[in-house]
C-alpha cells in the first residue's frame, strides 16, 4: 500500500453539472476524512468516516454535497449542481481510530467550475 | 468553538539560521496538537504532534515544536534551516473532549529560506 490515492486528480466542468471524486484510504486505516482547500487557506473540515459510518458533517456542507463509504474502504465525494464557489482543492485523508492518531493526506483533486 | 491561528502568512529567514514558526490554539479541554508541511504539488505530510506529556516535541527532518499550555501555543521550530525547509505549514488542533474528531487547521504560514 503506497498511500492514499484520489481520482481523478484534476476535474474541469460547467456550472450545474454534477462530479464525483473517489478516495482509496490507507488499507489499514478505517478513519476518513474529507476536506476543502482554497488558495491562501488550510483544509477545511468537510465530514469523515469511521468504517462505513458517517459521523460527523460540518454545517458547511450543503445539500449539494454527499459522501458515502459503503463497504468502509474506499469513499466518494458528489456534489450536485456545481457552482463556481465549489472551485477548491478537495483533500481525502485516513487515519487509525485513536482520535491522537495523525491523518495521511492523499494528493487532492482539484475542481474547476466554469 | 476550536480555532487555530497562524499570525504569519510568511516567515523569511536564511540558510543555517534558527527558524520559528507560530500557532496558537482555542480548544475545549485538553488539546491534541499537531504540524503539518506541504510542498509545492503535494499533499499534506505529518511533521509532529502532541498528545500528552513532555512539552518539547520532536519530529520529522530536525524539527521540533514547544506545547506551552498557558500561552495556548504550539510554535514549530528548527535549529539550523535548510532551503529544502522552503514550503507551507499547518498547525492544527484536535479536542481531547467533545470535539469527536473534527480537526481543525490554520492558514498556513509560508516559509522561504534563503541560501
Known amino acids: 500500500d503506497t498511500g492514499v490515492s484520489q481520482d481523478p486528480r484534476h476535474k474541469i466542468t460547467k456550472r450545474g453539472q454534477n462530479v464525483t471524486f473517489r478516495c482509496d484510504p490507507i488499507s489499514e486505516h478505517n478513519r476518513l476524512y474529507w476536506y476543502r482547500q482554497t488558495l491562501g487557506q488550510g483544509p477545511e473540515f468537510l465530514t469523515y468516516?469511521?468504517?462505513?459510518?458517517?459521523?460527523?458533517k460540518s454545517r458547511l456542507l450543503s445539500d449539494r454535497f454527499s459522501a458515502e463509504r459503503p463497504k468502509g474502504s474506499f469513499s466518494t465525494l458528489e456534489i450536485q449542481r456545481t457552482e463556481q464557489g465549489d472551485s477548491a482543492m478537495y483533500l481525502c485523508a485516513s487515519s487509525f481510530s485513536a482520535p491522537y492518531n495523525e491523518q495521511f493526506f492523499g494528493p487532492g483533486t482539484r475542481l474547476t467550475v466554469l | 468553538a476550536q480555532s487555530v491561528a497562524q499570525p504569519e502568512d510568511q516567515v523569511n529567514v536564511a540558510e543555517g539560521n534558527p527558524l520559528t514558526v507560530k500557532c496558537t490554539y482555542s480548544v475545549s479541554g485538553n488539546p491534541y496538537l499537531f504540524w503539518y508541511v506541504q510542498y509545492p504539488n503535494r499533499g499534506l505530510q505529518f511533521l509532529l504532534k502532541y498528545i500528552t506529556g513532555d512539552n518539547l516535541v520532536k519530529g520529522s527532518y530536525g524539527f521540533e515544536a514547544e506545547f506551552n499550555k498557558s500561552q495556548t501555543s504550539f510554535h514549530l521550530k528548527k535549529p539550523s534551516a535548510l532551503v529544502s525547509d522552503s514550503a507551507l505549514y499547518f498547525c492544527?488542533?484536535?479536542?481531547?473532549?467533545?470535539?469527536?474528531?473534527?480537526?481543525?487547521f490554520g492558514a498556513g504560514t509560508r516559509l522561504f529560506v534563503k541560501a
Open positions: 468516516f469511521q468504517n462505513e459510518a458517517q459521523l460527523e
Open positions: 492544527a488542533v484536535r479536542s481531547q473532549g467533545t470535539g469527536g474528531f473534527k480537526t481543525i
